[in-house]
């Protein structure tokens, strides 16, 4: 199971959120220090979130995730802020190894198909980020259908990847929900990597028994609650 450490992108600054409220925001230094320590402690992929972006203005971080991007010598997935073929297209051609398509999938579903017939199903992540079984979108301040109902379309259009995030779990550092997570995995045949929650090698172990293809970290490796080591050790990337 792959392991992508995350790298939130708010104002510029590398930050943790708390259930994705702007004023929980916890700085930790530019984005480009923290890709550099994850990598020194063996990441091997990054995930990358523009979180400007996913609250209405992808402008405000596109220089410095641009530079990021092509400073770093391991695959980046990215998202936030993404809306438009345009959009995804530019980062793909930049080098990313794949988009995460958010609301703008649910808002205009094509928009995968599109990507997935452009550049081939496995540079095309859907976002499915879940509220008590609903799919949230805007910035998680609206919901628009079942969760698993979404997931089965994105796969018929072709995304290669999907991306759950259970957001009654996210950024508490309490442990994940697995139930959801083990029915969306069931339901769909294409990968799945996980955020949410995810606080403990045990957490991880139960995961990958689930059959999840990765998994995201944030609160818990910032915080120091869960270091990256010990995920890596618990996920056995190499298998």
């Known amino acids: 199971m792959y392991v992508f450490p995350a790298v939130d992108i708010f104002c510029g600054r590398c930050v943790q959120l708390v259930q994705g409220r702007r004023e929980t925001a916890t700085d930790f230094g530019t984005p480009a220090a923290c890709a550099r320590r994850w990598m020194h402690e063996g990441a091997r992929h990054l995930h990358i979130v523009n979180l400007d972006g996913a609250f209405g203005d992808s402008r405000i971080n596109a220089g410095v995730i641009r530079e990021l991007i092509e400073d770093l010598e391991i695959p980046v997935q990215l998202g936030g802020g993404i809306r438009s073929f345009e959009d995804a297209a530019g ?8 988009v995460i398509i958010g609301t703008s999938a649910v808002r205009e579903p094509d928009l995968i198909a599109r990507l997935a017939d452009a550049f081939g199903k496995r540079r095309v992540m859907a976002g499915v980020d879940a509220r008590q079984g609903m799919i949230a979108v805007e910035g998680w301040e609206k919901s628009a259908g079942n969760y698993i109902d979404w997931g089965l379309r994105f796969e018929e259009l072709g995304a290669g990847f999907l991306l759950y995030t259970n957001v009654d779990v996210e950024g ?5 929900s697995p139930d959801p997570v083990a029915r969306l995995i069931g339901s769909v045949s294409i990968p799945v990597v996980v955020a949410g929650g995810i606080t403990s090698p045990a957490d991880i172990t139960v995961l990958k028994a689930t059959g999840a293809y990765g998994i995201v970290l944030g609160s818990a490796l910032y915080s120091g609650k869960l270091p990256l080591c010990a995920a890596l050790e618990a996920a056995d990337e190499d298998r």
């Open 91 to 98: 980062w793909l051609d930049l080098g990313v190894s794949r």
């Open 172 to 176: 508490l550092q309490k442990g994940i």
